[in-house]
């Protein structure tokens, strides 16, 4: 079977892409590993910046409809010390330009605005190959197989498509994520609710971090992070809730029980992520008919810009090709030229960050931006 624009993954950057291009006429197909749009949580909270994600939804036609997502009050941020002092208590005002979503809620956002039978679910790839003049064949976990003039690769850290252009592989950080929820926290857990606010909370400490967003329906939603090698975790039971809990409560000795209470509180098992990082220059030199976006092209250490950039790389992808009808090369070359060094800034700010530079509101919060895109290859 032959088609046109070929995106592998339905994250937010291939649907913008998808969505831009129907904007300008430009017929895709985007094929998913998961079998529907529900098969799993889609994450917490992103914010969506005024300089990037906020451009590609304007570029998608969709920025109404994602101001009707937007949640009020949850740019207010907190930064709590161990013993729970209030160190900052930053109110939102309304001015900020990060405005809070729902990942799920945006994702299907851009779901809805793509004509029936763009994206077609349960097409797990397994490999992709050239074939020439521009040509690559993809194939699918159930032996099925597509053939494009033009492959992108939107599928994330363990992309089955970045072989094509790159070696590169994700490389653990040497830090994990626990993540945690607490449901009807105003009633059931109101001293960590208080100390989490309206908005985020995060407390610091040298190899050991708590973030903290206030999401929908008086839902907390933490992320306990310690920089630990991998073995260091495989030593500890996820598949006992109650063990895996307290063990990384241990961790936590000292801290102020409202924090703490956000990980043995857990209402959901606890989640080990796992946090990888292509190299920070990571690039490639042109191959007729593919190209990358997202983490499958600049996956980084977490800055607050993953899920942003993923969305900006699928819009200006989208708009060059919508510039190039006829020269789908010199609009690939267009874009990866743009992307390559935007990304780039965006990775080399993030590894500063992880090794103890300076950082404000959004770098920090970036590990909550990430969290359900790095989990191990399946």
């Known amino acids: 079977m032959s088609t046109g624009v070929t995106i ?21 197909t985007v094929h998913e590993a998961e079998p529907s749009p529900a098969a799993r949580p889609q994450g917490g909270m992103l914010d969506i910046h005024d300089y990037n994600g906020q451009l590609a939804l304007e570029a998608a036609g969709l920025t109404d409809e994602f101001r009707g997502l937007v949640l009020e009050g949850r740019q207010a941020l907190r930064i709590l010390g161990p013993d729970g002092t209030v160190l900052l208590d930053k109110a939102d005002d309304g001015t900020g330009g990060r405005p809070e979503v729902q990942r799920g809620e945006l994702r299907q956002l851009l779901l809805d605005s793509l004509p029936a039978g763009t994206v077609r ?3 797990k790839v397994s490999g992709a190959r050239t074939l020439g003049d521009g040509r690559h064949e993809v194939r699918f976990a159930d032996g099925g197989t597509v053939v494009t003039g033009l492959l992108v690769g939107a ?29 009807d926290a105003g009633i059931r857990h109101p001293a960590a609710a208080k100390a989490v606010g309206g908005g985020s909370m995060i407390v610091h400490t040298p190899g050991r971090e708590i973030f903290a967003h206030r999401e929908k329906d008086h839902t907390l939603h933490a992320y306990v992070g310690l920089s630990e090698p991998q073995e260091w975790f495989t030593a500890v039971d996820f598949t006992d809730a109650a063990a895996a809990t307290a063990r990384i409560a241990e961790e936590f000795d000292g801290w102020a029980p409202e924090l703490t209470a956000l990980i043995t509180d857990t209402d959901t098992p606890p989640v080990l992520r796992p946090l990888y990082a292509l190299p920070a220059e990571h690039r490639w030199d042109r191959v007729p008919g593919v190209t990358l976006l997202g983490d499958a092209a600049h996956l980084s250490v977490p800055n607050g810009e993953g899920a942003n950039l993923a969305m900006l790389d699928g819009a200006e992808l989208g708009k060059a090709l919508a ?33 103890g530079a300076d950082t404000d509101h959004d770098p920090i919060r970036a590990l909550i931006t990430a969290l359900t895109r790095q989990d191990e290859p399946r």
């Open 8 to 28: 592998i993954g339905a994250g937010l950057g291939g649907l913008t892409l998808a969505r831009v291009l129907h904007v300008h006429g430009i017929p895709a």
């Open 121 to 123: 679910w349960g097409h």
């Open 155 to 183: 599928d994330g850290a363990w992309s089955r498509v970045r072989p094509l252009l790159s070696t590169a592989t994700p490389e653990y950080t040497g830090k994990s994520v626990v993540e945690t929820y607490l449901f």
């Open 323 to 355: 510039a190039h009808p006829d020269d789908t090369e010199a609009a690939l070359t267009a874009y990866e030229q743009a992307m390559f060094p935007r990304s780039t800034e965006a990775a080399t700010s993030a590894g500063a960050e992880a090794h």
